[in-house]
């Protein structure tokens, strides 16, 4: 599903998402990653949210996102009461939905400027 066709200067940007892959700009992924417009976390070590874990969130909001977009794969899973609330107790919210939403929602706001993350969760081992 292509997804955006120019790039802005210094922006990351989904160029389209698949079920086992996705490709950020020029290159593909596929394992779970975090996009941000200046930075791209590759194997994110989580396939699934259940492994979202405390240390994996500090580290994601050691980046200051404003939010956080959870892309949950090929379908639409909702967060833990639990993960959300660690988010929002530092002020960043986060938003679960299916990895081609993510992907578009990332896109609308880093083209508007916005310090948003995008973790998209690839679990290659259902794909496989």
Known sequence: MPLAEERAEG?????????S???IDDLEFGRSLL????RVWQDLPARRIAEIDPN???QILALAPELVLLGTGERQQLAP??????F????VGLEAMDNAAAARTYNLLA???RRVAAILLIDSA???
């Open 88 to 91: 929002l107790q530092h002020g």
């Open 126 to 128: 259902a794909s496989a």
């Open 11 to 19: 922006i990351h940007v989904i160029r389209w998402v698949a079920s």
């Open 35 to 38: 996009v941000m417009p200046d």
């Open 56 to 58: 994996l969130v500090q």
């Open 81 to 86: 009461p639990a993960l959300l609330a660690s």
């Open 111 to 113: 083209f508007e400027g």
């Open 21 to 23: 892959s996705v490709r």
